[in-house]
Structure formats: C-alpha cells, structure tokens
C-alpha cells in the first residue's frame, strides 16, 4: 500500500553531529528532552529593474533558517553547536565535566536531524546538512524553572549540494549515523 500524507507529531528525537571542512560527518550526540526543531527556507533574490518594470530576478540559491530548543543541556551537543571543548575528569562519585571555549573558537559546521511519529504511520524525518548556529546558542538558569538550551542559525548545502531532506518512513526507524 503506498504512503499517504505525513502527518508528523511531536518531536522523537534530535541529534547532531560534527561535520570537519571536508564535509565528513563525526559521531552523533543526542539533544536531551528535544523541544523544537524548526526550519525555513530561505533565498535572497534581485531584481534587474528597466522601463519601470522588473525585466528579471534571480535568486541567490537556497538556505535554510533553523531553531533548536531542547531541555537541560549535553554539553558534547553544545559543543558541536558551539565549537570548544569538553574534558571529562574523576571516578564516580565525584566525576566532573567541564566545557570550556577560547576567544579563538570559532563555530563549527555540523549536521541535525530531527525525527516525529507520524499520526498516519511511521515516521517522519528532517535532516539539515549542515548547520552553523550564527543566531546564536542561549540557555538561563533561572529560580524555579529547568534549563531550556536554544540555538539558532544557518543551514547551507553540503559539499554534495545538498541542503536538506525530509524523508516519511512507512515503518519508524531511529536516527542512524551518517555515512
């Protein structure tokens, strides 16, 4: 029977992963308690103007807008998003682990994917190849209310030229490491 319409709900999962400059993709880390994983389209576009009318418009190529919101904080995710480092140190009961970034950090490329159940069957996936948080990573630590860690920026094509995918699986399958 082929797949009718997605009709994706709530947000499963959410997991990223490092991308170096050759476009290969590291290991995968999970976003904790995802919340949000929003995109949109983009594409800058001019217009060549003659005769007082538009005679052309040609657009830039397409990115994408993307938000990331998740509750508590991994601070391996945040590191991805954020470039630094983490350093884990002790034996248990008094294990400690610290992020740290320099003044010299500069953000990272890195790859998102996103998966929902679908109310139709299956489920639903979003994939951004790659990502560059320059909207910002923000989190609070506030009397009386958990951590939320958000994060927003940028998504541009891959090497391979591509910029995303969304892809309806008949049978739910979980986020599986990028090849």
Not at 98 to 116: I, M, N, R, V
Not at 158 to 172: G, I, S, T
Request: proline share 5%; hydrophobic share 35%.
């Amino acid at each position: 029977m082929p797949l009718g319409t997605a009709l994706p709900y709530g947000l499963r999962d959410v997991k990223v992963a490092p991308m170096d400059p050759a476009g290969v993709i590291g290991t995968m880390v999970d976003l904790p308690n995802s919340q949000t994983l929003s995109f949109t389209e983009n594409e800058d576009f001019q217009e060549l103007r003659g005769d007082d009318k538009v005679v052309a418009k040609r657009g830039s190529g397409p990115t994408v807008d993307w938000t990331l919101d998740n509750g508590g904080i991994s601070l391996e995710a945040y590191a991805i998003m954020n470039g630094g480092t983490v350093v884990s140190s002790g034996i248990t009961p008094a294990m400690k682990k610290k992020y740290s970034k320099l003044g010299t950090d500069s953000k990272p490329d890195f790859w998102a994917e996103g998966q929902a159940m679908s109310e139709s069957g299956g489920d639903f996936h979003v994939t951004l190849y790659r990502c560059k948080a320059d909207g910002g990573i923000e989190g609070e630590l506030t009397d009386g209310e958990f951590w939320v860690t958000s994060a927003s920026g940028t998504g541009i094509a891959d090497l391979a030229n591509k910029l995303y995918d969304m892809v309806q699986n008949e049978v739910a399958l979980a986020i599986v490491q990028p090849a």
